[in-house]
């Protein structure tokens, strides 16, 4: 099973909508951010990011405890 991640470099804005464009659904901006190692999904300045693959099933924008 191919587990390939891209990769982009974004200036300022938030996970919510790198997700929505992404990975189709806002709420899967948790994965982005825990693949980063992020806890804030506000973005400033210029930060390159690697994205995880879509997958229709994952999502809520949940951490998990």
Do not use: C, Y
């Not at 973005?43 to 998990?64: D, E, F, K, S, Y």
Request: charged share 10%; aromatic share 4%.
């Amino acid at each position: 099973m191919s587990s390939s991640k891209s990769t982009i470099t974004v200036a300022g804005g938030d996970l919510f909508h790198i997700a929505a464009e992404n990975l189709g659904d806002a709420t899967q901006w948790i994965r982005i951010a825990q693949l980063n190692n992020l806890s804030d999904p506000l973005l400033t300045g210029v930060t390159t990011l690697q994205l995880p693959t879509p997958n229709p099933a994952a999502g809520g924008g949940i951490a998990g405890q």
